[in-house]
């Protein structure tokens, strides 16, 4: 039999027979009994719970179990921190000496997730970087996140890794300024038709007029909005961005309280009995303000 396989930075690998992963340990490229899921569905276990027979009972349970249409994730780019937006909101906790159940804990998470078929979300498998010569450092590192991607600029980044005996969970909401198109357009827009119109009609008093005038009105037009975005916001392009309607924040709080719920259903279908601690105050994107 072959199997799918946990290896020293936590990534599924393989597949792979029983043979070929012991020659991986003796090479000293795993650890001594990984984590292991046959490739035919199941239960993740130690190596050596499936080569005693021990783990065959569970793998078929957990088999018959509905599982997640696995399109419903996409292959997701490594993201530079420093680009990623406001961070809106986090949660953090760390489960006790569960290292071992951390790819189970990875799969069922994502399983539970795509299930819930959220509107206008979309789910990635990616990476966050972050360091290297901007933050004065040599070397970026780059991790391995869960993304949930909402069509009105938030990001939640979901990490699910070991840190020494434990499983340290997060996640992060992050929140990009998109931008206004419609203001971008009827302000930039019209001072463009006016000059190309000015320049077509150089020779023609009567059209280089009328591009004189449309592209006065654009001139005028983005400066009223470049005002009125320092009196409301002190932002001379406050208006040039999209701003999240009450409904926005709603749905972005229910796609952070979905992850929330999801990992606390993961950990219990991983057979970790510790209970992750509950996040109370979920804030849906509102950025902090100065008072």
Not at 50 to 56: H, V
Not at 153 to 159: I, N, P
Not at 242 to 248: A, G, M, N
Request: proline share 4%; aromatic share 10%.
């Amino acid at each position: 039999m072959k199997y799918y396989y946990a290896d020293n930075q936590n990534n599924t690998a393989g597949p792979a027979t029983s043979e070929e992963i012991r020659k991986f340990i003796t090479d000293g490229m795993l650890g001594g009994d990984p984590m292991v899921v046959p490739i035919n569905g199941g239960e993740w276990n130690r190596l050596s719970v499936f080569e005693n027979g021990a783990g065959a009972g569970s793998a078929v349970a957990a088999h018959n179990r509905p599982v997640a249409d696995p399109s419903a994730w996409f292959r997701g780019p490594a993201l530079a921190y420093k680009n990623m937006g406001a961070l809106t909101d986090s949660y953090s906790d760390v489960l006790d000496n569960q290292a071992a159940n951390a790819p189970g804990l990875q799969k069922y998470f994502c399983e539970r997730l795509a299930q819930r078929g959220m509107p206008k979300v979309a789910l990635l498998d990616g990476a966050i970087t972050d360091g290297g010569l901007w933050a004065g450092t040599l070397i970026a590192e780059t991790r391995n996140y869960f993304f949930a991607s909402t069509k009105s600029g938030a990001l939640l980044a979901v990490r699910i890794a070991p840190f020494g005996n434990d499983i340290y969970i997060s996640w992060h909401l992050f929140v990009q300024r998109l931008i206004n198109w419609l203001v971008v357009l009827a302000t930039f827009g019209l001072m463009a038709l006016g000059g190309i119109l000015m320049y077509v009609g150089r020779r023609e008093e009567g059209l280089f007029g009328l591009g004189a005038a449309i592209a006065g009105l654009g001139g005028v037009l983005f400066w009223v909005v470049v005002l009125l975005g320092i009196v409301a916001a002190r932002s001379p392009f406050h208006f040039f961005f999209k701003l999240l309607s009450f409904h926005d924040h709603e749905d972005i709080r229910a796609a952070s309280t979905a992850v929330q719920n999801s990992l606390i259903e993961s950990a219990e279908l991983a057979g970790i009995k510790t209970k992750l601690r509950p996040k109370e105050v979920f804030v849906g994107g509102i950025r902090p303000r100065g008072i």
